[in-house]
Nanobody
Framework: QVQLVESGGGLVQAGGSLRLSCAAS????????MGWYRQALGKQRELVAA???????NYADSVKGRFTISRDNAKNTVYLQMNSLKPEDTAVYYC?????????WGQGTQVTVSS
């Protein structure tokens, strides 16, 4: 089992920045990759950014150049630095940890960007 605890969401004006954190605990040795997804009201959950255990990253086109995913292996924590935020970035952001057999999810953190 893997437990994920997110923090760092909130309300910010357009053009502002936020940093999300996701701390993993439990069977972290089983994790191959971690990522951030988001779900806006009335829309499907979508991948925002992901990072593998080797450090390779992947971003949604809509956030490239604005968001950066990183990880601190010593703290078992993944971060999502979000800059130049737009109102369309408003969503609940979920941390995800992918193992061979199962996907784990955090409880979600709300990010609201006002225009």
């Amino acid at each position: 089992q893997v437990q994920l605890v997110e923090s760092g969401g909130g309300l910010v004006q357009a053009g502002g920045s936020l940093r999300l954190s996701c701390a993993a605990s439990g069977s972290i040795f089983s994790i191959n990759a971690m990522g951030w997804y988001r779900q806006a009201l009335g829309k499907q959950r979508e991948l925002v950014a992901a990072i593998t255990s080797g450090g390779s990253t992947n971003y949604a086109d809509s956030v490239k150049g604005r968001f950066t995913i990183s990880r601190d292996n010593a703290k078992n924590t993944v971060y999502l630095q979000m800059n130049s935020l737009k109102p369309e970035d408003t969503a609940v952001y979920y941390c995800n940890a992918e193992s061979l057999s199962y996907d784990y999810w955090g409880q979600g953190t709300q990010v609201t960007v006002s225009s």
